[in-house]
């Protein structure tokens, strides 16, 4: 079956940079997406497209692709960005559209 | 701009049905589908299923089928989710979520599903 993988959990200090990967075999030929979960709130999607940002999501955060693995990128990390980052694609199975996430990364900011 | 507010939170005993809806507005109802996913308790996203509100179709999840429904209403321009034979492993929250192409746009606030006896 399809899966996504990511690590459990990614440390950064304030003003650094936070990367995180998510993997998966469809990824050449499926698009990603990124959310952001804070504690107790809906996700919010931050990357499409596997690059794409949508309108209202700052310019530190960047997503990129290559081969299996696409990497969410978030320069100049601020306290505000620990959260639970999940990355997510779809595809097709019998016809019939199949999506799938990630198992989540939580973000530490410290 | 596009809202989605879903019903309050549920307590169900083990065997039991349960039905949550979406209502949406600030967008066209019939331009986007929309998905459900859940989360269990500290645990990730897990999609369950995609409603077309145009035409009622949907399609489940692997896991779900069987047990699962989803319809929508065109004239309130809300979707409903179907659960039967809940188990305690269902607690979980329900989110809906619009998408236009494979990204979730829009989601609801939630829906926390409680399964105990």
């Known amino acids: 079956s399809y899966e996504l993988t990511q690590p459990p959990s990614v440390s950064v200090s304030p003003g650094q940079t936070a990367r995180i990967t998510c993997s998966g075999d469809?990824?050449?030929?499926?698009?990603a997406s990124w959310y952001q979960q804070k504690p107790g709130q809906a996700p919010v999607l931050i990357i499409y497209?596997?690059?794409e940002r949508p309108s209202g999501i700052p310019e530190r955060i960047s997503g990129s692709s290559s081969g299996t693995t696409v990497t969410l990128t978030i320069s100049g990390v601020q306290a505000e960005d620990e959260a639970n980052y999940y990355c997510?694609?779809?595809?097709?199975?019998?016809?019939?559209?199949?999506?799938?996430f990630g198992g989540g990364t939580k973000l530490t900011v410290l | 701009q596009v809202q989605l507010v879903q019903s309050g939170p549920e307590v169900k005993e083990p065997g039991a049905s349960v039905k949550v809806s979406c209502k949406a507005s600030?967008?066209?109802?019939?331009?986007?589908?929309m998905h459900w996913v859940r989360q269990a308790p500290g645990q990730g996203l897990e999609w369950m299923g995609i409603?077309?509100?145009?035409?009622?179709?949907?399609v489940y999840a692997q896991k779900f089928q069987g047990r699962v429904s989803m319809t929508s209403d065109t004239s309130t321009s809300t979707v409903y989710l179907d659960l039967s034979s809940l188990r305690s492993d269902d607690t979980a929250v329900h989110y809906c979520?619009?998408?236009?192409?494979?990204?979730?746009?829009?989601w609801g606030q939630g829906t926390l599903v409680t399964v105990s006896s």
């Open positions: 979520a619009t998408s236009t192409v494979a990204e979730f746009d829009s």
């Open positions: 600030g967008y066209i109802f019939t331009s986007s589908y």
């Open positions: 409603i077309n509100p145009s035409d009622g179709r949907a």
């Open positions: 469809a990824l050449p030929k499926q698009y």
């Open positions: 497209k596997d690059s």
């Open positions: 997510q694609s779809a595809d097709s199975r019998d016809s019939s559209p199949y999506v799938i």
